[in-house]
Nanobody, 120 residues
């Protein structure tokens, strides 16, 4: 069974920084993709950043230059470093993993969500 556990959310002032972490545990064959999504109240969930290995990443336009997604294969974690945070970044952030749990069988998993609030 695969489990995703998120941590690192909280309250921060504008211009501050937070680092979110997502630990992936369980039996997996391989990881296809890791990503971070966010959802603000009344809004659709949106893709913030995705990491597909070998240093290939993509970001939501509004977070480019401020957010960095990274993977630690040794620790089976994916992180999101968020700098220069602004009130519009306030949302619940979700870790997402697309995994091959065995050959020819892919499944996706979501973290429980962690609240990020940017306010003075």
């Amino acid at each position: 069974q695969v489990h995703l556990v998120e941590s690192g959310g909280g309250l921060v002032q504008p211009g501050g920084s937070l680092r979110l972490s997502c630990v992936v545990s369980g039996s997996i064959h391989s990881i296809n993709r890791m990503a971070w999504y966010r959802q603000a109240p009344g809004q659709q969930r949106e893709l913030v950043a995705v990491e597909v290995g070998r240093g290939f990443t993509n970001y939501l336009d509004s977070v480019k230059g401020r957010f960095t997604i990274s993977r630690d294969n040794t620790k089976n974690t994916v992180s999101l470093q968020m700098n220069s945070l602004q009130p519009e970044d306030t949302a619940v952030y979700y870790c997402y993993v697309d995994i091959m749990i065995r050959p020819l069988e892919a499944q996706d998993f979501w973290g429980q969500g962690t609240q990020v609030t940017v306010s003075s």
